[in-house]
């Protein structure tokens, strides 16, 4: 199945190509309703083709249908950089022309690159009746992420002004991550959310005897304190510390088209909390939530760092708010560092559980239904 939707993402250009060429149909209102037809079209040819035999996850209708468009915004990114042309004229004027700025650029190619694939392969394991929970969340963390960092930075920025019918398109594309992240959390876990000795041997050790945790836990420290200064940044804070790091370091952040300046705030108000309760959750064993929500954070601040660094580096940026070349390899390895802290302590909390895990009573401990005391007792059993 994931063939065939690979295969048929591509008829997007076909219908690009027949957009850019027939005049009547790049009016702003007609793209809309082209649009909404389309997306409507590509949903009843996944249910027809699969009335047989039907997928057991709704999810699969989303990625088959996000499949498609996901051609579409790496076709948007490919041409804004001028490596094709003749399929994206129209919508650059009359569809969604923030789409040429730098932040979005990158998150196109994002977009059409890494969530393309994650479709597909998701799609492969619904198919074969395999799980996907975890990188589903993955997923749903980064895509919740682009969109509402997109969504506002163009209600925010300079393009506030130029909203075009098309943009209302967008909403879908944050509703679905959303409801498909509320529906991934409530289901049940892959992994057992319960361990016997070796989840009590990991968690009777304190944090100076874990170096991995211990080095973790001053790498999500030091990731707040970063997140603290951009965030001050972006809410245009006087202090001097602030001051210097936007006219020395990044000046990106008040590029007026509003993209990095959300994100800080995203991070701000949201990251900043879920950075603290992990380092709470490495220091505090049996938080069964970090397997979850490690996994969710670190889809979205990869995507975000994505095209926050991709966006600052790109030509389209103007010169004034490009990285200063003397200080370039330092904010490079401190929003890479930044990018990649979430996805260590993901690694970490997934290939190596039991200090998340709840402890199960050992044989003969009082206190519960014989029925349920059994249960356990054959869980550690099978631990050992």
Known sequence: METLVFLFS???????YTMNTI????????ILEIGVAVLVVVFLFYFL????NPPK??????????CFTCIIDLTSALEYDGIISGFMEFYQKTGEPYLGTSYAIMMCYWDGI?????YLVMISRITDRKAYRTLGLFWAGSLCANMSVFIAGIVAGKYGSE????????FLFLLMPVWGAISLFTRPKDRPLIGGYNAQQAQSMKLIWRPLDLILVVLLLASM?????????????PLEACSIYLKQYEPYLKDPVGYPRVMMLHLFFYGLPLLGAFVYGLLKPGCTWMSDWTIFFAGAVIQCQWAHIGGSLHSRTMAP??????????????NLLYAVTPILVALRVHSDPYFFLKIAPFPGQTGLPNSEEKDTNLLVHNEI
């Open 10 to 16: 591509f008829s997007a250009l076909g219908v690009l």
């Open 23 to 30: 005049p009547e149909f790049q009016e702003p209102y007609v």
């Open 49 to 52: 083709i699969t009335r047989g």
């Open 57 to 66: 996850d709704i999810l699969f209708f989303v990625f088959a249908e996000f």
């Open 114 to 118: 890494a969530h393309f694939i994650l």
């Open 163 to 170: 909203i075009r019918p098309a943009f209302w398109l967008n």
């Open 225 to 237: 304190a970063f997140t603290i200064l951009r965030g001050l940044v972006a809410l245009d804070s």
């Open 321 to 334: 708010f490009r990285i200063p070349s003397d200080a370039f390899w330092t904010v490079l390895a401190a």
